[in-house]
């Protein structure tokens, strides 16, 4: 708790990473303190282009003290996601995270100093991968500084205890992995670090992951804003009405999130895969996030079997949300291998 004294001329200043899926993480994080602390200032700030927090602002989020800041920066590097990538890693926003830590820098130093004019303390929260941008607010005696982790404590714990080097690189290209090391010198300098987890679910890992570090960790999450709605005060939704017609625990959930995209065949497999299985599953499928989801020429590249989607839902097996031989092949998880996992799993 932080009590009247301690919040009076307090102002928190927040720095997200420019990704689409991790610049929410911690506008859910602002909007839990601004509705626990009302009277507490929250600054968010990322470069305008990468400000998508703007657009989820509307979706049940509280934002009445949060101020947003558009940074200004140059044009930034923007490779679309690769399907036919040899590591599944997305490689291609890794140009963007590191322009966001040069060309932002300057940027939010000027605006932290333009804090102070009315700030008396100032804690800064910035994302893992941002440390670098937000070093120089370590001038002033003012100022505490926090880092944001978005991953779990057990993947933390898996990164910083892995002695393979292999292990890492089978995960993460050596391109990323130079990245967050260069990152971590500047989180040497951190007050503690801030999970997007819980104790009720990862009580040894975060037990673990302090045991290795010198820092107090909070975990404060999981920040998840979905709020489901009694079925009367539900707004009409395909997708909601054909679960709310399934048995209890009989769907099986399948998402690879919003970094990663699939070539024409492992998508074949995996669809096909799905469909002999004969378990009713629920398939959010989408192409992986670019660095700027603004820019123009984004058209979703994304083809299923013909005539599959139609066939699913009309055998009621399947539903796809969002266009998002059994042997393996050069790497490729064959149909047959996806059908076994899911009849094993779902029984």
């Not at 333009?114 to 003012?142: K, P």
């Not at 009405?241 to 690879?256: A, C, G, I, N, T």
């Amino acid at each position: 708790m932080v009590d009247g004294s301690d919040r009076d001329g307090l102002v928190i200043f927040m720095v997200p990473l420019p990704a689409q899926g991790h610049i929410n993480q911690l506008l859910q994080l602002s909007s839990l303190i601004a509705s626990t602390y009302p009277d507490i200032p929250i600054h968010f700030a990322a470069a305008s282009s990468h400000n998508q927090a703007l657009l989820r602002a509307s979706a049940g989020t509280t934002t009445n003290n949060i101020i947003f800041h558009d940074l200004t920066a140059p044009p930034f590097p923007c490779p679309p996601p690769n399907p036919n990538s040899a590591h599944k890693f997305p490689s291609h926003l890794i140009p963007a995270f590191r322009h966001a830590n040069i060309h932002l820098l300057d940027p939010i130093s000027t605006l932290i100093r333009s804090l102070f004019s009315f700030a008396r303390r100032l804690v800064v929260i910035n994302y893992s991968l941002m440390a670098s941008a937000i070093h120089d607010s370590f001038s002033s005696t003012n100022t505490e500084s926090y880092t944001f982790h978005s991953i779990s404590a057990f993947a933390i714990h898996w990164f910083i205890a892995a002695e393979d080097k292999d292990e890492l690189l089978r995960c993460y290209t050596p391109d990323f992995l130079e990245f967050v090391r260069s990152q971590f010198e500047f989180k040497r300098q951190t007050n503690g670090v801030v999970c997007n987890t819980c104790r009720a679910v990862e009580s040894t890992y975060i037990d673990k992951v302090e045991n290795r570090s010198s820092w107090k960790h909070w975990p404060l999450g999981p920040f998840n804003p979905v709020k489901i709605s009694p079925v009367r005060h539900r707004i009409p939704c395909r997708c909601m009405e054909w679960l709310d017609r399934q048995e209890p625990r009989s769907v099986l959930y399948k998402s690879f999130g919003t970094t990663t995209s699939f070539n024409r065949d492992q998508l074949r497999e995996l669809a096909i895969g799905l469909e002999k299985s004969r378990h009713s599953f629920l398939w959010v499928l989408r192409e992986a996030d670019w660095a700027d989801i603004f820019g123009e020429g984004k058209v979703s590249k994304i083809e299923l079997p013909d005539g599959y989607e139609e066939r699913v839902e009309r055998s009621g097996v399947g539903i796809h949300v969002q266009k998002k031989d059994d042997a393996s092949r050069d790497g490729l998880v064959s149909a047959g291998t996806v059908e076994r996992a899911v009849i094993e799993l779902m029984g």
